[in-house]
């Protein structure tokens, strides 16, 4: 079946240019991450969604940043002003509500975002 | 969530079992041990977690200590395509977050 897609797939933006960064889930899962992953480094959570409700933006590095998934499926994340430290792969997972056993989180292949 | 510590690369032969260490020496009772692996160009990807019994599944296998301080992924017979990070991850069942360290770098040689 459809996993998680991502578009696009890669992205070159100017400094201070804004973009846009979109996620489609597995159809029917609730739960909604987005994660940051540097080069040579592991994923950073960045923002969680349960349906609609953004529940935790802790992981947002500044106000630059901004996700939203208005109807519960589909999500984006928005980078204003783009600066070069913004140069990285941003990966969107899903999954279905969690229960006491098991929690897998379903990753797309991510968008790479370069800033020049 | 406990913090884990994973050697930053390894290396297998093809055919051979790959042995993939990870200390969670603080881990807590309620928390499980996930392992996700990262292709390269890929998003990582569910392999297997456990919480003290040992597990298995199509893809691997955990060996987790009893006193739950380490564990093992065990990849049976590791083909070219298990080339890949390797990430173990502890994470209690109230956690939606999953929090990536460095990971380990399999390499599987022909």
């Known amino acids: 079946g459809a996993g998680v897609s991502q578009s696009p797939r890669y992205k070159v933006a100017k400094r201070g240019q804004d973009v846009a960064l979109r996620c489609d889930p597995i159809s029917g899962h609730v739960s909604l991450f987005w994660y940051q992953q540097a080069l040579g480094q592991g994923p950073e959570f960045l923002t969680y969604f349960q349906n609609e409700a953004q529940l935790d933006k802790s992981g947002l590095p500044s106000d630059r940043f901004f996700a939203e998934r208005p109807e519960g499926s589909v999500s984006t994340l928005k980078i204003q002003r783009t600066q070069q430290e913004d140069s990285a792969v941003y990966l969107c997972?899903?999954?279905?509500?969690?229960?006491?056993?098991?929690?897998?989180?379903?990753f797309g292949p991510g968008t790479r975002l370069t800033v020049t | 969530d406990a913090k884990t510590t994973q050697p930053p690369s390894m290396d297998c032969a093809e055919g051979r079992a790959a042995n993939l260490p990870c200390n969670h020496s603080?881990?807590?009772?309620?928390?499980?041990v996930y392992w996700y692996r990262q292709i390269h160009s890929q998003g990582p990807q569910y392999i297997i977690h456990g919480l003290k019994n040992n597990e298995t599944n199509e893809m691997a296998s955990l060996i987790i200590t009893e006193d739950r301080k380490s564990s093992t992924l065990i990849l049976p017979h590791a083909t070219l395509r298990d080339t890949a990070v390797y990430y173990c991850?502890?994470?209690?069942?109230?956690?939606?977050?999953?929090?990536f360290g460095s990971g380990t770098r399999l390499l599987v040689r022909p």
């Open positions: 997972a899903s999954s279905f509500p969690r229960d006491s056993i098991t929690y897998e989180q379903y």
């Open positions: 991850i502890v994470r209690s069942d109230s956690s939606y977050k999953l929090i």
């Open positions: 603080t881990i807590s009772g309620n928390e499980y």
